[in-house]
């Protein structure tokens, strides 16, 4: 069982990673929240999650845009059974228009931040004798869309990684698994219903419908309750043989 294990989430003082923080707090997981912000409704998100779920929770700031610092996160952490890596940002413009510096830091957070960490984690889940890796991939891990080459190609790299630390690890009692959503109504994605629509050239309604939604053959978001009972179960004994995979949770997305 999960209880008594210690996480530490990237990017979790927000949307799936927070989410996931608290599922993983209330299975009796101590939680170790993080962003590049270290504001006081940081820090009291931690106070919550500790006061409603009895489990110890800190919040560590760390920038995952910077290697020395994801690797200082896991360090300051001081114990990590179970890592996911979250955090991730998104740039939508066409690769002939798409800005360096959003390329640079699409890359750095939603895929080289992954390898600094778990090159920092899997020695102490080793000294523990147990570990599970989840990378928070994306539908776009698998399949593409115009106007995202960063973002797609992140986390297209980001899956060919799971399938290598979970080979790595495979004699170990430690997993490595990609979970990949579909849409889910997060910041991230509410804020590049703009620049959708301004892309296409159509309404904000119709970028939800004609571009977002049409990905996805459910026509419903995913709920960040539905992505944080797949990490639950991928960090279960009951998936002790699952590694080196995805688990799609896309509604149908990646069949297509
Ligand atoms: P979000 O914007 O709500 O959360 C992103 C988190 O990453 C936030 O906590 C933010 O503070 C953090 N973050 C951003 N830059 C950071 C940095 N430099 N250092 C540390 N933390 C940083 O978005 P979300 O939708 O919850 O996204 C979480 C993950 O899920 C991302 O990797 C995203 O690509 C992935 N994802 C989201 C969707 C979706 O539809 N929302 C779909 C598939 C995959």
């Known amino acids: 069982?999960?209880?008594?294990?210690?996480?530490?989430?990237?990017g979790s003082n927000s949307g799936i990673g927070l989410g996931i923080a608290e599922e993983l707090a209330r299975a009796g997981v101590n939680v170790i929240l993080n962003s590049f912000t270290d504001s006081d409704e940081d820090?009291?998100?931690?106070?919550?999650?500790?006061?409603?779920?009895?489990?110890?929770?800190?919040?560590?700031?760390?920038?995952?845009?910077?290697?020395?610092e994801c690797?200082?996160?896991?360090?300051?952490?001081?114990?990590?059974?179970?890592?996911?890596?979250?955090?991730?940002?998104?740039?939508?413009?066409?690769?002939?228009e798409f800005p360096q510096d959003k390329w640079d830091a699409i890359i750095a957070i939603n895929m080289n931040?992954?390898?600094?960490?778990?090159?920092?984690?899997?020695?102490?889940?080793?000294?523990?004798?147990?570990g599970r890796i989840v990378n928070i991939a994306s539908a776009h891990g698998l399949r593409a869309s115009p106007f995202k080459a960063a973002y797609v190609t992140a986390k297209?790299?980001?899956?060919g990684m799971t399938k290598t630390v979970g080979l790595e690890t495979a004699k170990e009692p430690i997993t490595c698994n990609a979970v990949c959503p579909g849409y889910v109504l997060t910041p991230l994605v509410e804020a590049q219903i703009p620049d959708t629509a301004?892309?296409?050239?159509?309404?904000?309604?119709?970028?939800?419908?004609?571009?977002?939604?049409?990905?996805?053959?459910?026509?419903?978001?995913?709920?960040?309750?539905?992505?944080?009972?797949?990490?639950?179960?991928?960090?279960?004994d009951a998936a002790a043989q699952v590694t080196g995979t995805t688990i799609s949770v896309d509604g149908g997305w990646s069949a297509q």
């Open 1 to 10: 069982s999960v209880k008594g294990k210690t996480a530490v989430i990237t």
């Open 43 to 68: 820090h009291a998100l931690a106070a919550r999650i500790a006061d409603e779920t009895g489990v110890q929770a800190r919040y560590i700031k760390a920038d995952m845009s910077k290697p020395d």
């Open 71 to 96: 690797r200082a996160l896991i360090a300051q952490a001081g114990a990590c059974d179970i890592l996911v890596n979250n955090a991730g940002i998104q740039h939508v413009a066409p690769i002939d």
């Open 198 to 236: 301004r892309q296409y050239g159509i309404s904000e309604d119709a970028a939800i419908e004609q571009v977002i939604l049409a990905k996805q053959p459910s026509k419903d978001f995913v709920t960040v309750e539905q992505l944080a009972g797949t990490v639950l179960y991928l960090c279960s």
């Open 113 to 130: 931040s992954a390898f600094h960490t778990t090159a920092a984690a899997l020695p102490l889940m080793r000294k523990a004798g147990w």
């Open 156 to 159: 297209h790299g980001v899956v």
